[in-house]
């Protein structure tokens, strides 16, 4: 084989290995039910922060769902997107900015029934595959119970914490992407503080 044969072909599967890298990160987050065995946490201490959020959540933005009825505060300098979830992204050139995802889909996993308990239905319904199923009781998000995941590091995706609670007969999720492995929890709790429902 020439030289250049043997660089088509180390191209190529370089071009292949990205594309499944890609296509796993799109299928793991676009899950409905978790598929893989977070270890449950509580917030750990801020890492390297690249996000300089104020002091207050005064300047920032708020963002309306009039579908769910909840309204949740960000920083100004943040992209929403809204698809089968809302997504919260920050400046491309802010490297490491978390992004943060409010998923509340239509599927019969979502849609638990009138009074469930959320602790419960995650729990023994849902995650049945997580390493722990003891998650805190201590949380509340909107002034609802809520629980607490989180899901380390892996070679498809970056690490993240996942925040689940009931409305009615709806399921919310709340998915704090951890980008580049950095942390800044003075931020993601104004955003998870800022959660209301109207």
Do not use: C
Not at 42 to 59: E, G, I, L
Not at 138 to 152: Q, R, S, Y
Not at 174 to 197: A, C, M, P
């Amino acid at each position: 084989m020439t030289r250049l044969q043997w660089l088509l072909i180390i191209l190529a599967i370089v071009i292949v290995g990205a594309l499944i890298g890609i296509g796993w990160k799109y299928f793991n987050f676009n899950q409905t039910t978790p598929q893989t065995s977070p270890s449950i946490a509580s917030p750990s201490p801020a890492k390297t922060t690249t996000a300089q959020p104020s002091a207050t959540t005064d300047d920032w933005l708020t963002y309306t769902n009039n579908t769910f009825n909840y309204t949740v505060k960000y920083p100004s300098n943040v992209k929403v997107k809204e698809t089968e979830f809302v997504n919260f992204s920050g400046p491309s050139s802010e490297k490491g900015w978390p992004l943060f995802e409010i998923y509340h889909f239509d599927s019969a996993f979502y849609h638990p029934g009138a009074g469930t308990d959320v602790y419960e239905y995650i729990t023994k319904e849902a995650l049945l595959t997580f390493s722990e199923t003891d998650p805190s009781k201590d949380i509340k998000i909107g002034g609802l119970p809520a629980i607490h995941l989180k899901n380390d590091q892996s070679p498809q995706a970056d690490a993240s914490d996942h925040y689940f609670f009931i409305k009615g007969t709806q399921l919310f999720g709340i998915q704090i992407i951890h980008v580049g492995g950095r942390e800044d929890w003075d931020l993601y709790n104004k955003f998870l503080d800022s959660f209301t429902f109207k």
